[in-house]
């Protein structure tokens, strides 16, 4: 069982940037793959960005791709996701993730979730 926790969401302008971070507990975060998902009122929820086990391959959306970083600690059991650039449509819950397959890919079936953080950008 894996428990995983997120923070740092938040209310921010457009352009601006926010750092989302995941704790998780058990001993073999190390073995999964992460992802944080999002999900806007009255929208499905959608993956954002994904990492594998290593750290050494991540996957983005292409609405996010070269505004958000994907990164982890496994020394920390963390997993963080760096937004910059942020518009109004990023607006959402974001949710981290745990893949037990250790992939973080985007058509992975994930195992387990937090219970989210909202980010809300203003215009």
């Known amino acids: 069982q894996v428990q995983l926790v997120e923070s740092g969401g938040g209310l921010v302008q457009a352009g601006g940037s926010l750092r989302l971070s995941c704790a998780a507990s058990?001993?073999?975060?190390?073995?999964?793959?992460m992802g944080w998902f999002r999900q806007a009122p009255g929208k499905e929820r959608e993956f954002v960005a994904g990492i594998r086990w290593s750290g050494g391959w991540t996957y983005y959306a292409d609405s996010v791709k070269g505004r958000f970083t994907i990164s982890r600690d496994n020394t920390k059991n963390t997993v963080h996701l760096q937004m910059t650039r942020l518009k109004p449509e990023d607006t959402a819950v974001y949710y981290c993730a745990a893949d037990m397959t250790g992939s973080g890919s985007p058509d992975k079936e994930y195992d387990y979730w937090g219970q989210g953080t909202q980010v809300t950008v203003s215009s």
């Open positions: 058990g001993r073999t975060f190390s073995s999964y793959g």
